[in-house]
C-alpha cells in the first residue's frame, strides 16, 4: 500500500513560484512511475507531468518550459516545481503513482493578484 503525502501549495501572485512535494512511503521512489496531476473547477483531472523509473520526464503543453517534474530518491521524494504561474494553472494538484494506483491527497494551489 503507497501513501502519498503533498506540501507547498497555497496562493501566489501571477508570475510567482511554488514548489510542490509529494512524499512517499510503502514504495521504494525510484521503483515506481509517478506523475502530478491537476483539477481545476469545473473541469476533469488532467495529467501534467510524468517521470518513470529510469527518470525519463514528460510534462503537458501548458505548462512545458514552467513547470518542471523531478524526484529524490534518497528522500523518496517528488516535486513539482512552478515557475511564471498563471491564473489559469489554479487548480487542486495531486500527486500519483501509477502501478499501484495511488494518489495524494490534494493540494490547493491558487494564483491570483
Known amino acids: 500500500q503507497v501513501t502519498l503525502v503533498e506540501s507547498g501549495g497555497g496562493l501566489v501572485q501571477p508570475g510567482g513560484s511554488l514548489r510542490l512535494s509529494c512524499v512517499a512511503s510503502?514504495?521504494?521512489?525510484?521503483?515506481?512511475?509517478m506523475g502530478w496531476y491537476r483539477q481545476a473547477p469545473g473541469r476533469q483531472r488532467e495529467l501534467i507531468a510524468s517521470?518513470?523509473?529510469?527518470?525519463?520526464?514528460s510534462h503537458a503543453h501548458s505548462v512545458k518550459g514552467r513547470f518542471t517534474i523531478s524526484r529524490n530518491n534518497d528522500k523518496n521524494t517528488m516535486y513539482l516545481q512552478m515557475n511564471s504561474l498563471k491564473p489559469e494553472d489554479t487548480a487542486v494538484y495531486y500527486c500519483y503513482e501509477f502501478s499501484l494506483d495511488g494518489w495524494g491527497q490534494g493540494n490547493q494551489v491558487t494564483v491570483s493578484s
Open positions: 510503502g514504495i521504494t521512489l525510484s521503483s515506481h512511475a
Open positions: 517521470s518513470t523509473i529510469t527518470d525519463s520526464t
